[in-house]
């Protein structure tokens, strides 16, 4: 029985550590597959310049003697554990007892033990550990330690520097390859001896030092230096290279280094065909707005791998954006279905069957992610925007009040965000509404609809304007502009019949507001025929002429679309065109300032790490912003 045992858990560890020894990857150095591949929104500049730039991103090191900077807790990793910090997650009290006594042996001083999954939560949103020991199953509890760790992950609240084991007494191949999938640093068996864990402890130790320059330049927010030695090491097969490539993936894919991610992500599955490798080629794909590219490679991989909960997200992502709305409801469903404590899931899920009209489902999903995470740091505050405006909508003051309520504190308590903000300010019309007056709502709406021109004004905030301003309807509330509104929000995001059909569900369809959307996207439409009809002539000077048009046309209606489709017609034709640096010199500030993530069916945070993605909590804490000194300088245009 011990030998088997002995078997069994040896399979394990070499599944979770297999990263470091899946064969060694492409003949050629990386650079050598990748120095073409720059940003789409980088190439108008010269070839040349675009070559030698990549090249010097796979290949540049840091300066001979030039000294790594403290870790983020002020401490450089080693393998000297006497001080170490340790959080010890069990319900049973003898266990916890054992693997802490097992974790002094191991020289670690400051131990703290916690009995259920959600104090363990807590514990890690508030401090760091080096160490963090987990229970797979918590029998109180609806969560288990992999839906603990991924919430964890995907909120940014767990350094790359801290070592998470799962302990259980399960031995199945498919949660093995569920933890490795996580990134999860080792894996224990019950029961287990104390050189056991302090083998799998000094083993992630020993990962965790080979790779701190990296994690140290992600929590700086060094993003460009931290991709650079992960090719560096990728290139020279320098330990952990795997886990580094891993890293470089998601680093190039969030920078917008699309078609570099997409290398990499391939190069790695010339080794092996790691299921993440899969699913990251998918998400470049939807990153580049191709969907329909995306669709076929995660039917695959699900197929393959079925019970792969982020596979499960992406692909109802692409749905979303393919306006194959039902499929994507479905998709969610399989996922909540997999990880029904998973806060994030809960929340897209019941995002989605909201804005689709299916508002018992919604109510739900959202109130259960409310009593499992209010109060998390990974909760998204979008719920209870939703969940107040369905109690509005069947005249529930009471319950509506204390959604604001929680609505306002969650924005007090990050008074930086703008998104917040904005969700406060909607509800506050609703206040307004059930207990002031006409005069004051429509006050309070002003301020509302005041920032709809900016960059920054994203697909969820237009939602939450047409959601309000079919609300207020209901109460024959009616803005004297309410009907211009529509429309500028029509034009800036109804960019297909999909987004137009959102928007609609987002305004309660409302008839007027419907016909208003509708209209908005005819004209969008008619306005990239009407553009594009020059340049299919062939014409000399007619593919100018059309970016031209285009990119007067996004200016005036914010519409991301219309300016991409500009730069498109401007790559496509460059040769024939003879301003061309000229034009890309206008258009680019327009295309960071309207970048897509703001103008695409996002379901909740676009800054939280999307499904698949590794955290990588320097870069979660820093979220992408318009660049609005950029958005001024174009209005020069």
């Known amino acids: 029985m011990a030998a088997a045992r002995h078997t069994v858990d040896c399979a394990i560890h070499y599944q979770i550590n297999s990263y470091q020894r899946f064969l060694y990857g492409p003949s050629k150095p990386f650079w050598c597959l990748i120095y073409h591949a720059a940003p789409s929104h980088r190439r108008a500049r010269p070839r040349a310049v675009q070559r030698s730039a990549l090249h010097a991103l796979a290949r540049q090191r840091r300066p001979a003697g030039a000294k790594s900077p403290p870790m983020s807790w002020n401490r450089t990793l080693s393998n000297d554990f006497s001080q170490a910090t340790a959080l010890v997650a069990d319900a049973n009290t003898s266990t916890r007892s054992v693997m802490g006594a097992q974790l002094r042996e191991l020289g670690v001083k400051s131990i703290r033990q916690v009995s259920r999954a959600s104090d363990a939560r807590k514990h890690l949103e508030a401090q760091t550990f080096d160490i963090v020991l987990c229970e797979q199953n918590f029998p109180q509890e609806s969560i288990t330690g992999q839906e603990l760790l991924d919430d964890l992950r995907r909120g940014g609240m767990l350094p790359l520097a801290t070592i998470f084991i799962m302990v259980t007494p399960e031995a199945s191949y498919a949660k093995v390859a569920e933890a490795a999938e996580s990134m999860l640093d080792g894996y224990l068996l019950k029961p287990f001896t104390a050189a056991r864990l302090q083998e799998r402890i000094a083993q992630a130790r020993q990962r965790k030092v080979a790779l701190q320059e990296i994690y140290q330049l992600i929590e700086d927010q060094s993003f460009i230096q931290a991709a650079r030695l992960c090719l560096t090491r990728f290139n020279e097969r320098a330990p952990y290279w795997n886990f580094a490539a891993r890293i470089g993936a998601e680093l190039l894919l969030r920078l917008a280094r699309f078609e570099m991610a997409q290398k990499l992500y391939e190069a790695m599955l010339t080794a092996e065909p790691a299921p993440w490798a899969r699913l990251g080629l998918a998400r470049?794909?939807?990153?580049?707005?191709?969907?329909?590219?995306?669709?076929?490679?995660?039917?695959?991989?699900?197929?393959?791998?079925?019970?792969?909960?982020?596979?499960?997200?992406?692909?109802?992502?692409?749905?979303?954006?393919?306006?194959?709305?039902?499929?994507?409801?479905?998709?969610?469903?399989?996922?909540?279905?997999l990880t029904p404590a998973s806060i994030a899931r809960l929340q897209r899920h019941g995002m989605l069957a909201f804005y689709l009209g299916d508002k018992p489902t919604a109510v739900a999903l959202l109130e259960r992610s409310v009593r499992l995470g209010l109060g998390s740091k990974m909760f998204d505050g979008q719920t209870l925007t939703l969940l107040a405006m369905q109690r509005f909508e069947i005249d529930e003051p009471k319950q509506f009040r204390q959604f604001f309520k929680d609505q306002q504190a969650m924005s007090e308590r990050n008074p930086e965000s703008v998104r917040l903000r904005r969700m406060v300010q909607a509800l506050h019309v609703l206040d307004a509404c059930l207990y002031q007056g006409a005069p004051e709502t429509l006050e309070a709406l002003s301020h509302l609809t005041e920032p709809i021109l900016q960059p920054d004004f994203d697909f969820e905030a237009a939602c939450n304007l047409l959601s309000v301003l079919a609300l207020l309807a209901t109460k024959d509330i009616i803005p004297p502009d309410g009907e211009r509104t529509v429309q500028t929000l029509g034009l800036r995001f109804a960019t297909s019949m999909a987004m137009c059909e959102l928007l609609m569900g987002a305004a309660y369809k409302h008839e007027r507001t419907c016909e208003l959307l509708q209209a908005s996207n005819t004209q969008v439409l008619r306005l990239l025929d009407q553009a594009l009809a020059p340049s299919r002539s062939g014409e000399?000077?007619?593919?100018?002429?059309?970016?031209?048009?285009?990119?007067?046309?996004?200016?005036?209606?914010?519409?991301?679309?219309?300016?991409?489709?500009?730069?498109?017609?401007?790559?496509?034709?460059?040769?024939?065109?003879?301003?061309?640096?000229?034009?890309?010199?206008?258009?680019?500030?327009?295309?960071?300032?309207?970048?897509?993530?703001?103008?695409?069916?996002?379901?909740?945070?676009?800054?939280?790490?999307?499904?698949?993605?590794?955290?990588?909590?320097?870069?979660?804490?820093?979220?992408?912003?318009?660049?609005?000194?950029?958005?001024?300088?174009?209005?020069?245009v």
């Not at 991409?564 to 065109?577: F, G, K, M």
């Not at 379901?603 to 698949?612: E, H, P, T, Y």
Request: aromatic share 6%.
């Open 284 to 337: 470049v794909q939807l990153e580049m707005g191709q969907p329909h590219k995306a669709k076929p490679l995660l039917e695959a991989l699900l197929t393959d791998e079925p019970s792969y909960a982020d596979a499960c997200d992406n692909f109802a992502r692409t749905l979303v954006e393919l306006g194959q709305f039902e499929e994507a409801l479905k998709a969610y469903k399989t996922s909540t279905d």
């Open 540 to 636: 000399p000077g007619t593919a100018g002429k059309a970016v031209e048009t285009l990119l007067a046309q996004g200016v005036a209606t914010l519409n991301a679309k219309v300016i991409e489709t500009a730069w498109r017609v401007l790559q496509r034709y460059e040769s024939d065109i003879a301003n061309a640096t000229e034009l890309a010199e206008k258009i680019e500030p327009w295309r960071q300032a309207l970048g897509s993530a703001y103008n695409k069916p996002v379901l909740g945070d676009r800054n939280m790490r999307q499904s698949g993605g590794v955290s990588l909590r320097g870069m979660d804490s820093a979220p992408l912003q318009p660049t609005m000194g950029a958005a001024h300088h174009a209005h020069a």
